[in-house]
Nanobody, 123 residues
Protein backbone atom coordinates (compact mmCIF):
# COMPACT_ATOMS: atom_id res chain seq x y z
CA UNK A 1 0.00 0.00 0.00
CA UNK A 2 0.97 3.61 -0.54
CA UNK A 3 0.09 6.40 1.85
CA UNK A 4 0.16 10.01 0.70
CA UNK A 5 0.07 13.07 2.93
CA UNK A 6 -0.24 16.59 1.51
CA UNK A 7 0.90 19.76 3.20
CA UNK A 8 1.58 23.39 2.38
CA UNK A 9 -1.91 24.66 1.69
CA UNK A 10 -3.23 27.89 3.10
CA UNK A 11 -4.62 31.32 2.40
CA UNK A 12 -2.83 33.56 -0.08
CA UNK A 13 -3.69 36.73 -1.96
CA UNK A 14 -4.08 36.74 -5.72
CA UNK A 15 -0.68 36.92 -7.38
CA UNK A 16 1.02 35.15 -4.51
CA UNK A 17 2.70 31.77 -4.33
CA UNK A 18 2.43 28.52 -2.41
CA UNK A 19 4.44 25.32 -2.48
CA UNK A 20 2.56 22.10 -1.81
CA UNK A 21 4.31 18.93 -0.70
CA UNK A 22 3.19 15.31 -0.80
CA UNK A 23 5.07 12.78 1.31
CA UNK A 24 4.74 9.14 0.26
CA UNK A 25 5.34 5.98 2.25
CA UNK A 26 4.67 2.24 2.07
CA UNK A 27 6.24 1.36 -1.28
CA UNK A 28 9.19 2.39 -3.37
CA UNK A 29 8.39 5.97 -4.30
CA UNK A 30 10.51 6.05 -7.43
CA UNK A 31 8.50 3.23 -9.05
CA UNK A 32 5.26 5.16 -9.53
CA UNK A 33 4.04 8.28 -11.25
CA UNK A 34 2.71 11.16 -9.20
CA UNK A 35 0.04 13.73 -9.84
CA UNK A 36 -1.88 16.64 -8.41
CA UNK A 37 -5.63 17.15 -8.73
CA UNK A 38 -7.98 19.73 -7.26
CA UNK A 39 -11.64 19.95 -6.36
CA UNK A 40 -14.04 22.65 -5.18
CA UNK A 41 -17.48 21.98 -3.67
CA UNK A 42 -20.02 21.19 -6.37
CA UNK A 43 -17.35 20.56 -8.98
CA UNK A 44 -15.66 17.45 -10.30
CA UNK A 45 -12.11 16.66 -9.33
CA UNK A 46 -9.86 17.98 -12.07
CA UNK A 47 -6.35 17.27 -13.22
CA UNK A 48 -3.65 19.80 -12.40
CA UNK A 49 -0.25 18.24 -13.09
CA UNK A 50 1.59 14.92 -13.25
CA UNK A 51 5.17 13.70 -13.34
CA UNK A 52 6.65 10.38 -14.42
CA UNK A 53 8.42 8.08 -11.99
CA UNK A 54 11.89 9.28 -12.96
CA UNK A 55 10.79 12.88 -13.37
CA UNK A 56 11.59 13.09 -17.08
CA UNK A 57 8.02 13.74 -18.28
CA UNK A 58 5.49 16.23 -16.98
CA UNK A 59 1.94 17.21 -17.92
CA UNK A 60 -0.03 20.27 -16.92
CA UNK A 61 -3.61 21.40 -17.25
CA UNK A 62 -3.92 24.32 -19.63
CA UNK A 63 -5.25 26.47 -16.81
CA UNK A 64 -2.01 26.20 -14.81
CA UNK A 65 0.67 26.02 -17.51
CA UNK A 66 3.45 28.57 -17.01
CA UNK A 67 2.29 29.18 -13.44
CA UNK A 68 2.60 25.82 -11.67
CA UNK A 69 5.59 23.48 -11.61
CA UNK A 70 5.53 19.85 -10.50
CA UNK A 71 8.73 18.20 -9.30
CA UNK A 72 9.82 15.21 -7.26
CA UNK A 73 12.65 14.20 -4.98
CA UNK A 74 12.80 10.42 -4.93
CA UNK A 75 15.43 10.41 -2.19
CA UNK A 76 12.91 12.16 0.06
CA UNK A 77 9.84 10.28 -1.24
CA UNK A 78 8.22 13.63 -1.90
CA UNK A 79 6.50 15.37 -4.80
CA UNK A 80 6.00 19.13 -4.92
CA UNK A 81 3.71 21.59 -6.64
CA UNK A 82 5.07 25.10 -6.86
CA UNK A 83 2.18 27.47 -7.53
CA UNK A 84 2.94 31.00 -8.67
CA UNK A 85 0.73 33.86 -9.83
CA UNK A 86 -2.21 32.34 -8.02
CA UNK A 87 -5.72 33.32 -9.03
CA UNK A 88 -9.01 33.12 -7.10
CA UNK A 89 -10.12 30.36 -9.48
CA UNK A 90 -7.23 28.23 -8.18
CA UNK A 91 -9.08 27.94 -4.86
CA UNK A 92 -9.74 24.26 -4.17
CA UNK A 93 -8.73 21.26 -2.15
CA UNK A 94 -5.56 19.90 -3.73
CA UNK A 95 -5.00 16.15 -3.75
CA UNK A 96 -1.84 14.17 -4.34
CA UNK A 97 -2.16 10.90 -6.27
CA UNK A 98 0.00 7.93 -7.25
CA UNK A 99 -0.29 5.90 -10.46
CA UNK A 100 1.66 2.71 -11.12
CA UNK A 101 0.71 2.27 -14.79
CA UNK A 102 1.01 5.48 -16.76
CA UNK A 103 0.54 9.23 -16.71
CA UNK A 104 -3.10 10.17 -17.02
CA UNK A 105 -5.43 13.15 -16.68
CA UNK A 106 -8.31 10.84 -15.76
CA UNK A 107 -9.15 10.60 -12.06
CA UNK A 108 -10.14 6.92 -12.25
CA UNK A 109 -6.70 5.96 -13.55
CA UNK A 110 -4.96 6.86 -10.29
CA UNK A 111 -4.43 4.20 -7.64
CA UNK A 112 -3.79 6.05 -4.39
CA UNK A 113 -4.89 9.40 -3.01
CA UNK A 114 -4.01 11.69 -0.16
CA UNK A 115 -6.56 13.45 2.04
CA UNK A 116 -6.05 16.83 0.42
CA UNK A 117 -4.90 20.26 1.49
CA UNK A 118 -6.95 23.44 1.16
CA UNK A 119 -5.69 26.28 -1.00
CA UNK A 120 -7.64 29.52 -0.83
CA UNK A 121 -6.75 32.49 -3.03
CA UNK A 122 -8.32 35.81 -2.12
CA UNK A 123 -8.74 38.82 -4.38
Amino acid sequence: QVQLVESGGGLVQAGGSLRLSCAASGRTFSNYHMGWFRQDPGKDREFVAAISWIGSTTYYADSVKDRFTISRDNAKNTVYLQMNSLKPEDTAVYYCAANFRSLSKVVAAWDYWGQGTQVTVSS
